[in-house]
């Protein structure tokens, strides 16, 4: 069954202290790539995916964010911003979304900058499989990049059986790239879920365990071609020469 209209989020509360003076200057969400802010491009991504209404989680010079972004109208998206008090994590901050959210979601991280094919297909398996969470993934050839970010285990089928945040011996070289699909089951799920050994934080990977511990249906859609975490200058180049 079809789901209905999907609302959006993007979370752009960091403060990116890896960037140097930068980061005293921009939030690290309206650094440009190719002259376009990192959260331009994610809002052109989910208007391209229907997407109307968008909930901007803001926190360092969050101010600049609103100004730059007003209400949306210039991107046709209808745009709410939400601060985020203390920061305990990607989990903790996806939470305080949930009096705002009523339906299910599609969540950027403001941070990474993606190239993808077909993100609408991320979409299609969430109604094909009545599925409770799409992660998007990619396949890499180096270890590194999955001890970066998480690793996901899937059967044949595409179904997601474990996740693992920053894995030292990664099982798999498929890699979690920060573009997520969900259905509210998640809060519940997140409300579950432990601050994590690794940071003393509400990791939203283990929320995702979570849901397949409680065999809700999730899945991985393979639409990520290239994706970069922004952390530091010269990644904003490395973007910025690949686009």
């Known amino acids: 069954m079809p789901h209905p209209p999907y ?12 960037m140097g003076p930068l980061a005293e200057r921009y939030p690290k969400a309206l650094l440009p790539v190719a002259n376009v802010p990192l959260i331009v491009r994610h809002l052109q ?15 360092h010079l969050g101010d600049a964010i609103r100004k730059t972004l007003g209400d949306g109208t210039a991107h046709g998206m209808e745009l709410h911003y939400v601060e985020q008090g203390a920061r305990q994590g990607i989990a903790h901050a996806v939470a305080s979304l949930e009096p705002h959210l009523d339906g299910p979601f599609i969540l950027l991280l403001g941070d990474i900058c993606f190239d993808f094919h077909h993100p609408e297909q991320a979409l299609a398996l969430m109604d094909q499989q009545d599925a409770d969470a799409v992660l998007a ?7 590194d990049a999955v001890r970066r970010n998480f690793s996901v285990e899937m059967d044949d089928a595409g179904r997601v059986y474990r996740v693992v945040e920053k894995p030292v011996e990664p099982a798999t070289l498929c890699k979690g790239c920060g573009l997520y699909v969900f259905t509210p089951t ?3 799920a997140i409300r579950r879920t432990p601050r994590s050994r690794l940071r003393n934080e509400y990791e939203l990977t283990d929320a995702i365990q979570t849901l397949i511990d409680d065999g ?3 899945y991985g859609a ?6 970069v975490n922004v952390t530091s200058p010269e990644d904003l180049i490395a973007c910025s020469c690949h686009a």
């Open 186 to 188: 998640l809060f519940d």
């Open 216 to 218: 809700s249906p999730v």
């Open 45 to 59: 991504t989910l208007h391209q995916l229907g997407v109307r209404e968008t909930f901007v989680v803001i926190g």
């Open 137 to 143: 993934v990619k396949m890499e050839v180096d270890a």
């Open 7 to 18: 609302q959006g989020v993007i979370l752009a509360a960091g403060q990116g202290q890896r």
């Open 222 to 227: 393979s639409i990520v071609d290239w994706d």
